[in-house]
């Protein structure tokens, strides 16, 4: 009695083995042809298409690629429930706002107010009442005042959105990353009125390093870049029925506009941090000179509301 066999149809479909270094990428290919969805079979064809091009463009040497698996393995181990290494690398890239630009703004051709979230981002922050304030915890710099609307494309008000607000502290520090800011400092949680305003006090922000203690930072060094960020405010606007809104608005006079480290800035979100002096009556009686307003309009696309997986707890 013959011993039972497997039929063809059984064994693995068979995509041949290497025979030349110029066999490797098409072979890959074909063994990942038969991925069931569409979308992941044309993503993971064409990374492997232009990782194998990439690869074979530099002549990668071997000690070459030890390295970089290494620092890809360091990315993921510098990354901790209040530092997101993965991201901070993407941006300093130029992956982020890549990525921001072809899913905003007609998809890429036109300015859009779209800018990459970056890796401070903390969900559940303050539910604040319009004009009240974000400083929780005594923090030395100048009075901000920011005043901000909410349009639809048609220049419609917006109502109903709510707005995250998070910025740096004049020392250039994120709360999660200074243990002398109290938890939230710098960050609250508004709802625009029925005119599409939600507005607030708060502290001028200065430019800040991203962080460099891991392999992004070894990057930037061995690239001789600086690490700073220009002063900007984080925004995110979400209501159902709208596009998610994910920006920054710069401050005009910074240092760093013109060599952000994660090339955030487009003309578009350089906002106008207007600088009020002593002689006009301060919007509130504790404000010293000098203090600064900010206005700004943001405008909202109709579609899909998603928020965005936070970076950090
Ligand atoms: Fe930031």
């Not at 009695?1 to 039929?7: E, L």
């Not at 890429?108 to 304030?133: M, V």
């Not at 159902?240 to 920054?248: A, E, S």
Request: aromatic share 10%; hydrophobic share 35%.
């Amino acid at each position: 009695m013959d011993a039972p066999t497997s039929s063809s149809s059984d064994r693995p479909p068979a995509y041949g083995i290497i025979e030349s270094v110029d066999g490797v990428t098409n072979l890959v290919l074909r063994a990942m042809a038969g991925t069931p969805n569409e979308r992941l079979r044309e993503v993971m064809a064409a990374f492997v298409r232009h990782l194998h091009a990439f690869a074979t463009e530099v002549r990668l040497t071997q000690d070459e690629y030890d390295f970089a698996v290494d620092f890809l393995n360091r990315i993921g181990k510098t990354t901790t429930d209040t530092h997101n290494e993965g991201i901070l690398f993407a941006d300093a890239v130029g992956f982020s706002t890549l990525v921001v630009l072809m899913n905003n703004g007609g998809k890429g051709p036109t300015e859009t107010q779209a800018a990459l979230l970056g890796p401070f981002w903390r969900d559940h922050s303050p539910l604040t009442e319009n004009g009240g304030s974000i400083v929780r915890s005594a923090t030395p710099g100048a009075a901000l005042f920011v005043d901000c609307r909410i349009v639809d494309p048609d220049g419609q008000p917006i109502p109903g959105v709510e707005v995250d607000v998070w910025h740096a502290s004049p020392v250039g520090l994120y709360e999660n990353q200074d243990p002398n800011q109290a938890e939230m400092n710098l960050r609250g949680r508004f709802h625009t009125d029925k005119d599409g305003r939600f507005w607030f006090r708060s502290i001028k922000p200065a430019g800040y390093p991203v962080p460099t203690h891991g392999p992004t930072g070894e990057l930037l060094r061995a690239q001789h870049r600086h690490p700073y960020r220009p002063a900007h405010l984080h925004f995110l606007g979400f209501k159902l029925g709208y596009r998610t809104m994910i920006t920054q608005v710069f401050v005009d006079d910074d240092e760093y506009l013109q060599s952000d480290a994660v090339f955030g800035v487009t003309k578009d979100l350089i906002g106008n941090y207007r600088r009020h002096d002593a002689g006009e009556t301060p919007p509130a009686p504790d404000v010293q000179a000098p203090w600064y307003t900010l206005d700004y309009t943001f405008e909202m696309q109709r579609g899909e509301a998603k928020r965005p997986i936070p970076p950090i707890k």
